[in-house]
């Protein structure tokens, strides 16, 4: 089962990724990366988790956009992948990428 949790948290993260660079539309989504996936085992959920570029409001902004384009996204999902159930999105800011710039910009300083 394990394997086929794998495969559908890596075709998430790849059609997320391509969705919101060809089909969503929205002004509030800013600079956004789609770093992973996670998916319940009964595939009633998937946290997706993005790294959002600026300032805190600006993240704060996309998340909730990305969060209200949800419904969206799955119905996206429901057409191109070949899933009988398409989770439910939540979306999750990854905050790993920032805190190893941060971390190297410390290390830098000293």
């Known amino acids: ?17 391509q969705a919101l660079l060809r089909d969503v ?7 956004v990366t ?3 996936a996670e998916v319940s085992r009964d595939l009633a959920q998937a946290k997706v988790f993005v790294s959002v570029f600026g300032e805190e409001a600006q993240r ?6 990305l969060q209200r384009s949800a419904g969206y996204l799955k119905q996206l999902l429901g057409k191109r992948l070949h899933l009988k159930r ?7 800011e990854d905050s790993s990428l920032r805190q190893a710039d941060r971390l190297s910009q410390i290390l830098k300083e000293e």
Request: hydrophobic letters at 40%; a negative charge.
């Open 60 to 65: 704060k902004e996309t998340l909730d956009a």
């Open 25 to 31: 539309q929205n002004p509030h989504i800013g600079y």
């Open 86 to 92: 398409i989770p439910r999105l939540l979306f999750v």
């Open 1 to 17: 089962m394990g394997d086929r949790i794998d495969r559908i948290e890596s075709l998430l993260v790849s059609e997320i990724s």
């Open 34 to 36: 789609v770093t992973r």
